[in-house]
């Protein structure tokens, strides 16, 4: 149960020419055993610092989003109202080692304390967007700074005297199960089209229901959808990649397509979105982990050509492991459908190692995400505990037989039939 909220009366003002719409501040006080997530011997040291220096500084965004869900925050970012310079000077009279100073010019300053990083970051204002980047200027207004971020429930900042200060209703909204975004929607997109894939992200994080979206969103998502051809791949996949595993993630799939995403981040008109539905399906009800399967793996099932997978591939410049899963498991995901025995699983994974030369622990891999796929349970488990054997032949073996060299590639291929069909145990 998120703490009782308080409320305080302020000005609605304006900034560049836009017109922020608020009423209340709400505040509420975090108890000490939450702040502990918080107040390591670094962080404490770092507070000390702004406050000796006469300068503001809060935990920001997703951390205090975390914490008022019951989670413990992964990273802690840091917004105060000191700019770089300030930051600089104080860290320097301090002897606090700063590092990665290309951030400065976004107003990011890390500072190492106590062998940990911390990212420090000036208020700022979005004074130019294009879609991708923002020319920013800085501030030492909260308010405003919290204006610029996307949703309401990434907007809130926490003091690190356990005081949290929502602007826009985060904590209402979080609690409520709800996402909307900071403002006018239209506008905060248009600030950053990789927004729309962040909505869905955190959909799958914090909704009740696969199909609880707030019908404003999804029609301003739709007006600006387009918005997504200007972001570059790396960008988009880091983003589906994380929807498709998190929580309703083949209903958000969909809902994507739905929404017109789909050519702008590189699926195929032809996205067979009945057989995601499927798969999700199948996989929830055979009990595995959406965690515990590639997000290759799930987004395989929606294409059904080669010519396809290529096109997306080309769209997120993904990794060469990630495109090697694609492919695969489109080539076998029948074979793991239809299989009656986990042998034959076993003899494509022989036919992987000794045939092509795999390592391994690929070809572990490789094998146990098609039958991920195929919710194969029954052959997964013996798949797994199950250990490639070693093939009792080499090439010098077969040439002291006389087999001529251009041969000997195709004798050995003949003999691994063989040993296959003798469920591994000629030459024991």
Known sequence: MLPVLRKHSLLIGKCYRKVISIKYLHTMKLNSTQMDCVLNPGVKQLSSIFTKHGYEIRVAGGAVRDLLMGITPKDLDFATTATPEEMKEMFDLEGVRMINTGGEKHGTVTARIEEENFECTTLRIDVETDGRHAEVEFTKDWLLDANRRDLTINAMFLGLDGTVYDYFDGSKHLQ???????????????????????????????????DNHNPEMLESIKRNVHGLGKISGERIWVEV?????????????????????????????????????????????????????????????????????????????????????????????????????????????????????????????????VLKYASRVDLLEHFTDWDIPKFPVNGMMVSEKGIPRKQIKFALRDLVDEWKKSNFSLGQ
């Open 176 to 210: 409520e199960k709800s996402l909307l975004f900071v403002g006018d929607s239209d506008t905060r997109i248009k600030e950053d089209y990789l927004r729309i894939l962040r909505y869905f992200r955190f959909y799958g994080r914090i909704a009740s229901g696969p």
């Open 241 to 369: 990649k994380k929807i498709v595993t998190c929580s309703f993630g083949g209903d958000l799939i969909v809902k994507m397509v739905e929404c017109g995403i789909g050519p702008y981040i590189g699926l195929p008109e032809s996205y067979d979105c009945s057989n995601v539905k499927c798969i999700f399906k199948r996989c929830e009800d055979s009990g595995i982990p959406l965690s515990d399967i590639h997000h290759m793996t799930l987004l395989a099932s929606g294409f059904s050509s080669e010519e396809e997978c290529i096109n997306f591939i080309a769209r997120i410049k993904c990794s060469k492991r990630e495109r090697e899963i694609l492919f695969f498991v489109m080539e076998h995901r029948h074979k793991a459908l239809q299989a009656e025995t986990v042998k034959e699983m076993q003899d494509l994974a022989v036919d992987m190692k000794i045939g092509e030369g795999r390592n391994k622990d690929i070809v572990l891999q490789y094998v146990s995400e």
